[in-house]
């Protein structure tokens, strides 16, 4: 997935303009350099053949290098980012094919905010770093060695030994502060996350202060949170602050120590006014050369940090094994336990469910019906017993995902029309279907089938008639319903427990709101009752 070479074959021409990129970049330097040392020294001492012809060639050729190079970094820029875009599209398909291959509870333990972040930002960093330590690191030395070799060619040998000298001096303070900035990013990135997480965690008590009449001691706490966040922030800060001094002072000291040289070799007679001034125009190029050498240096050390961080990210994702289910017959939980850490949820329960039935289960809060749920979508696994279906032993890296239709009380609507909402977003959705359904469920206050739902004032009753749209659209085997009807009126309520009942599938409905009379309508009325799973108070386990 992060392998980069296959990539660079398959964008090729990008990587190839991106070299020639940098090299007319190279190119135009040292003809900037070359140019601007005739045009000081025509300057100082005009020929005597046509001076001022020769002042304005070797001017317009001065600007038209700088206006090559402008265009060569342009053009860099843009190939660096093109290739990054391309490279990183198809690593974010990758991923995605890589989630939706991979194990429910695998997938469970990979999707949190952190790995948000990582599909937002890591991999753009890692793949700009890596262009930068597989392509530009070289490409900078050798540009960095041309400009010194031009000095040489031109000028004195001992003003060459100095700039080299300096320039190596240079790279150390440049890698000592890069490395001091990227631990300060590194940190601050920390300190962002660590925020963010309590931040969240935090904000969700919000409703739960607000109706105890508390909200002072809320608004405190989440003042005292921020404060702790500016003052680690600050921190850093000032450690940032100390690098960018040593980056100016290395700066203002090269040109002094230049300065004090060139005049010294000048008086000399070992180099010429000209040549000083043509490498003083010059020095913010090496100068840039150095840092971008730093710079390239630095990214090469963070790519080895992002890849291994993306491979530790995605690497606990485990592919499933698909189990191809075209007619469902049975499904079962044998003697199953389900402890949760190291608390037992519920004890050797045995639990049927044949193509057809209809199954009513009931229990209070906390006895273990989300646990149960979570077994049989193999979100989570029994810890002892057995998960069959058609017979076939359901092990946790089994894909049952084509199965099962699920509806709770969440009511969560799309960005997107009503057809989006009930047929997650297909290409060719069954509009005979869709408009049949949206009929039975009375869904008549949606005029316009194509506008955003999200920018319209839904009650919770009516997305939760929206979302009991999707099941009965759905084509797979299993219906789950956990509390889909509590936020129904009367009529509505009637009309889509009717509807629901009357399906030609395997249901299975967890619901309070289901009285005596609608209880004999199901195959089984199953409790959760003291850990244990019992059929009309008695026991089938």
């Known amino acids: 997935m992060f392998n980069l070479k296959k990539y660079y074959l398959k964008y090729f021409p990008s990587v190839l303009m991106l070299v020639l990129s940098n090299m007319f970049l190279f190119g135009s330097e040292i003809i900037n350099f070359y140019l601007?040392?005739?045009?000081?020294?025509?300057?100082?001492?005009?020929?005597?053949?046509?001076?001022?012809?020769?002042?304005?060639?070797y001017s317009i050729g001065v600007v038209a290098s700088y206006i090559l190079s402008a265009l060569s970094l342009v053009l860099n820029n843009y190939f660096t980012y093109r290739l990054t875009a391309y490279i990183e599209a198809d690593c974010k398909k990758k991923i995605y094919e890589k989630f939706k291959n991979s194990t429910n509870i695998s997938r469970n333990k990979v999707m949190n905010t952190e790995t948000l972040n990582i599909m937002s930002n890591d991999i753009n960093s890692y793949l700009m770093s890596s262009i930068s330590f597989t392509i530009s690191i070289w490409i900078s030395i050798v540009m960095f060695v041309g400009i010194l070799l031009a000095y040489l060619f031109l000028g004195s040998l001992y003003l060459f030994i100095f700039l080299a000298a300096f320039s190596i001096l240079e790279v150390l303070v440049n890698i000592f502060c890069s490395y001091l900035n990227n631990k300060i990013t590194i940190q601050q990135t920390?300190?962002?996350?660590?925020?963010?997480?309590?931040?969240?965690?935090?904000?969700?008590?919000?409703?739960?202060?607000?109706?105890?009449?508390?909200?002072?001691?809320?608004?405190a706490k989440t003042n005292d949170i921020f404060k702790e966040n500016s003052k680690l922030k600050n921190k850093l800060e000032n450690k940032?602050?100390?690098?960018?001094?040593?980056?100016?002072?290395?700066?203002?000291?090269?040109?002094?120590?230049?300065?004090?040289?060139?005049?010294?070799?000048?008086?000399?007679?070992?180099?010429?006014?000209?040549?000083?001034?043509?490498?003083?125009?010059?020095?913010?190029?090496?100068?840039?050369?150095?840092?971008?050498?730093?710079?390239?240096?630095?990214?090469?050390?963070?790519?080895?940090?992002?890849?291994?961080?993306?491979?530790d990210t995605f690497t606990p994702l485990k592919?499933?094994?698909?189990?191809?289910?075209?007619?469902?017959?049975?499904?079962?939980?044998?003697?199953?336990?389900?402890?949760?850490?190291?608390?037992?949820?519920?004890?050797?329960?045995?639990?049927?469910?044949?193509?057809?039935?209809?199954?009513?289960?009931?229990?209070?809060?906390?006895?273990?019906?989300?646990?149960?749920?979570?077994?049989?979508?193999?979100?989570?696994?029994?810890?002892?017993?057995?998960?069959?279906?058609?017979?076939?032993?359901?092990?946790?890296?089994?894909?049952?995902?084509?199965?099962?239709?699920?509806?709770?009380?969440?009511?969560?609507i799309f960005d997107g029309n009503l057809y989006d909402n009930l047929t997650f977003f297909e290409d060719n959705p069954n509009i005979e279907k869709l408009n049949k359904v949206i009929s039975n469920l009375n869904i008549d206050f949606i005029n316009d089938l194509i506008q955003n739902l999200r920018d319209m004032k839904l009650s919770e009753g009516q997305k939760q008639l929206i979302n009991l749209a999707r099941v009965l659209y759905s084509n797979n085997d299993i219906v789950i319903i956990d509390?889909?009807?509590?936020?129904?009126?009367?009529?509505?309520?009637?009309?889509?427990?009717?509807?629901?009942?009357?399906?030609?599938?395997?249901?299975?409905?967890?619901?309070h709101q289901l009285d005596k009379t609608y209880e004999q309508k199901f195959t089984k009325v199953l409790e959760l009752k003291d850990k244990q799973l019992q059929e009309f108070g008695l026991s089938i386990s």
């Open 319 to 412: 592919n499933k094994n698909s189990l191809t289910i075209s007619n469902f017959k049975k499904l079962e939980i044998v003697n199953g336990d389900i402890n949760y850490d190291t608390k037992n949820i519920l004890h050797n329960i045995n639990f049927s469910i044949k193509r057809g039935d209809k199954i009513l289960l009931k229990g209070k809060s906390g006895s273990g019906k989300s646990s149960l749920l979570n077994v049989l979508f193999n979100n989570l696994s029994l810890t002892s017993g057995n998960y069959n279906v058609n017979n076939n032993n359901i092990d946790i890296d089994t894909n049952l995902q084509g199965i099962f239709t699920y509806c709770n009380d969440e009511n969560i």
């Open 36 to 57: 601007s040392y005739q045009l000081f020294n025509n300057f100082i001492t005009p020929p005597l053949i046509n001076p001022t012809t020769k002042l304005i060639i």
């Open 483 to 511: 509390e889909g009807f509590s936020n129904l009126d009367k009529q509505n309520f009637d009309n889509a427990v009717k509807l629901i009942l009357n399906l030609n599938k395997t249901l299975i409905i967890i619901s």
């Open 240 to 311: 940032s602050a100390i690098a960018s001094i040593l980056e100016i002072s290395m700066l203002v000291l090269k040109f002094a120590i230049f300065i004090t040289i060139a005049l010294y070799l000048y008086k000399a007679n070992l180099i010429n006014l000209a040549l000083i001034l043509a490498i003083g125009t010059q020095l913010n190029v090496t100068s840039a050369q150095t840092k971008i050498i730093i710079s390239d240096i630095s990214n090469a050390m963070l790519y080895r940090e992002l890849k291994h961080k993306l491979i």
């Open 190 to 219: 920390k300190v962002d996350d660590k925020f963010h997480s309590k931040f969240s965690k935090w904000i969700k008590t919000f409703s739960l202060f607000l109706f105890s009449n508390k909200l002072y001691f809320f608004l």
